[in-house]
């Protein structure tokens, strides 16, 4: 099945900074690479995803890289805000698949 | 904005007990999800559901667990003997659809804990 790594597992940036999160997934045939955001306490929200048939996508000050050749997609956020801290997962899913995994998470805190 | 909602926030139980967890997906969606994620890890897949059967399960989902979808809203996860280690947050999702359109929309979560 696939195996999602996720690094690092804490980022401290100063704000106005970038911070970027790494994924490696195991399954080439993975197709779909979401992001999440989890504030403490409350549900994954989706921030941003990606599938296979891309290489960037970009949505305001997030971004996500994916290089299929490698098996590793990244989070990109620019010009970090207090409120973007919190948990950042990735995971990875084959289309014909339900069982999405998702890599350990990283938390990120943006000082002020 | 439609959202998953999950009922209760909290449930305490003993173990050995029976628990049933409940989930209202989004209405016009059509997969459906359970996710745990114990505390300070990763949030890992039990199940999905489709056209009113088990599409796919993760290796946690074990004998213990079972989902049903009573009626036309509602989305149950129930474990029929709790363990110590069952005591997580359970996160219900739904999906429009299981291809393309796969974008998950989470509740809110149950946090269950098992004394």
């Known amino acids: 099945g696939e195996n999602v790594e996720q690094h690092p597992s804490t980022l401290s940036v100063q704000e106005g900074d970038s911070a970027v999160i790494k994924c490696t997934y195991s399954?080439?045939?993975?197709?779909?690479f979401p992001w999440y955001k989890q504030e403490l306490g409350k549900r994954p929200q989706l921030i941003i995803d990606i599938r296979s048939n891309v290489g960037e996508k970009k949505d305001q000050r997030i971004a996500v890289t994916l290089n299929k050749t490698a098996k590793h997609f990244s989070l990109h956020i620019t010009e970090t805000q207090p409120e973007d801290s919190a948990v950042y997962f990735c995971a990875a899913r084959r289309s014909n698949n339900n069982d999405m995994r998702f890599g350990a998470g990283t938390r990120l805190t943006v000082k002020p | 904005e439609p959202e998953v909602t999950q009922t209760p926030s909290h449930q305490v139980t003993q173990m050995g007990q029976e628990v049933i967890l409940r989930c209202v997906p989004i209405s016009n969606h059509l997969y459906f999800y359970w996710y745990r994620q114990i505390l300070g890890q990763k949030v890992e897949f039990l199940v999905s559901?489709?056209?009113?059967?088990?599409?796919?399960k993760s290796e946690i989902f074990d004998d213990q667990f079972s989902v049903e979808r009573p009626d036309g809203s509602n989305f149950t996860l129930k474990i029929r003997s709790t363990k110590l280690e069952d005591s997580a947050m359970y996160f219900c999702?739904?999906?429009?659809?299981?291809?393309?359109?796969?974008?998950?929309?989470f509740g809110s979560g149950t946090q269950l804990s098992v004394l």
């Open positions: 399954d080439s045939a993975s197709n779909y």
């Open positions: 999702a739904s999906s429009f659809s299981g291809g393309i359109n796969e974008k998950l929309f």
């Open positions: 559901f489709y056209n009113n059967e088990i599409s796919e």
